[in-house]
C-alpha cells in the first residue's frame, strides 16, 4: 500500500540554521504530495503542497519539491526561526477516488535561540 | 479564512461510555474526514463521507464508530462503548473536491478515556 518515511527526530537547530527534512514515498500511481505542520497545542496546518512531478511548493519560507525519480519530498528552509519549532507531517493522496491521506510518523523540530 | 471548528476540544469519558465527537466543516465543502492521532504516534485515516454515506473506512474505523450528517452543517462521530484505546486526538478534515485539492483540518478534540 501507500506510505511516506520521514526522517526520524526530533530534529534541533540553532537559530538561522539551514533545515531539510527528508521524505521519501511509496505510491500506486501519482500522488500529490504535501507538508502539513502542527504547532504545540494545534491541529494540523497545511503548509505547502505539489500535485504533479517538478512541481515546488513554497510557504513561509519553506520550499519542498516534488521529485518523481527518486520519489522523494524533502522539506527545506534557508534561516529558521525559533516560531518554526513545530512537528512536520509529510503526507500523500493518491488522485484515484476520495483517498485519504497518507501521512509519515512526524518530524519534531526544535529551533534554540 | 474559513476554518474546520471542532467540539469539545477535550472530553474525558469513563470506559464504556458513548462519546460523541462534532464538527462544522467549511461551508463549501463537500468531502468529509475523521482522523485520529494516539499520543506520540503518525495520523491515522478513520473514515470518510460523501453524499451522506460513508466512502471509504480503515481497519480502525470498526462497529463501535459511526458518523453522521444530522443537518446541514454538522458531522459527527459516534464512539459507541469506548476503550482505553480510544484516548486520541481527533481531528475531523473537509476538502472541496476530490484530486489534488487541500484537505482542511480541524484543530482536533483530545479524548482522554479513564
Known amino acids: 500500500g501507500d506510505s511516506v518515511t520521514q526522517m526520524e527526530g526530533p530534529v534541533t537547530l540553532s537559530e538561522e540554521a539551514f533545515l531539510t527534512i527528508n521524505c521519501t514515498y511509496t505510491a500506486t500511481g501519482y500522488p500529490s504530495l504535501f507538508w502539513y505542520v502542527q504547532y504545540p497545542g494545534e491541529g494540523l496546518q497545511l503548509l505547502l503542497k505539489a500535485t504533479k512531478a517538478d512541481d515546488k511548493g513554497s510557504n513561509k519560507g519553506f520550499e519542498a519539491t516534488y521529485r518523481k525519480e527518486t520519489t522523494s519530498f524533502h522539506l527545506e528552509k534557508g534561516s529558521v526561526q525559533v516560531s518554526d519549532s513545530a512537528v512536520y507531517f509529510c503526507a500523500l493522496r493518491t488522485n484515484s477516488g476520495n483517498t485519504p491521506l497518507v501521512f509519515g510518523k512526524g518530524t519534531r523540530l526544535s529551533v534554540i535561540a | ?114
Open chain 2, 1 to 114: 479564512e474559513p476554518e474546520v471548528t471542532q467540539t469539545p476540544s477535550h472530553q474525558v469519558t469513563q470506559m464504556g461510555q458513548e462519546v460523541i465527537l462534532r464538527c462544522v466543516p467549511i461551508s463549501n465543502h463537500l468531502y468529509f474526514y475523521w482522523y485520529r492521532q494516539i499520543l506520540g504516534q503518525k495520523v491515522e485515516f478513520l473514515v470518510s463521507f460523501y453524499n451522506n454515506e460513508i466512502s471509504e473506512k480503515s481497519e480502525i474505523f470498526d462497529d463501535q464508530f459511526s458518523v453522521e450528517r444530522p443537518d446541514g452543517s454538522n458531522f459527527t462521530l459516534k464512539i459507541r462503548s469506548t476503550k482505553l484505546e480510544d484516548s486520541a486526538m481527533y481531528f475531523c478534515a473537509s476538502s472541496e473536491d476530490l484530486f489534488g485539492n487541500t484537505i482542511y483540518f480541524g484543530e482536533g478534540s483530545w479524548l482522554t478515556v479513564v
